[in-house]
């Protein structure tokens, strides 16, 4: 009924930057939050990146802040997470995800895409 497609992830240096996006489609009545998560290697928990309401208050992991931002269009649906200075550690797979109420729906329910691979090495 609703899909998350991520892009942009990739193979960087460290110290360089990228940005993801992803988009939602299908049959949304309404997105609320929308967030990224990453998984550092596989059976690993997701950890929270960054949350964006749709009025834009956010939520962080405390030690990301300062090098991330994230955005949102709201009329595309989409979500950014823009990312500087990046380092080994940030190496995972990054997950959108999205609160969302479908058309008919009384209930909305999270969301997740498939993920994007950042890697950092040199």
């Known amino acids: 009924q609703v899909q998350l497609v991520e892009s942009g992830g990739g193979l960087v240096r460290p110290g360089g930057s990228l940005r993801l996006s992803c988009a939602a489609s299908g049959n949304i009545d309404k997105i609320y939050d929308m967030g990224w998560y990453r998984q550092m290697a596989p059976g690993k928990r997701l950890e929270l990146v960054a949350?964006?309401?749709?009025?834009?208050?956010?939520t962080w992991a405390d030690s990301l802040r300062d090098r991330f931002s994230i955005s949102r269009d709201n009329a595309k649906n989409a979500v950014y997470l823009q990312m500087y200075s990046l380092t080994p550690d940030d190496t995972a797979v990054y997950h959108c995800?999205?609160?969302?109420?479908?058309?008919?729906?009384?209930?909305?329910?999270?969301?997740w895409g498939r993920g994007t691979q950042v890697t950092v090495s040199s």
């Open positions: 995800n999205a609160i969302v109420r479908v058309w008919g729906g009384d209930i909305a329910t999270p969301y």
């Open positions: 949350e964006i309401t749709t009025d834009g208050e956010t």
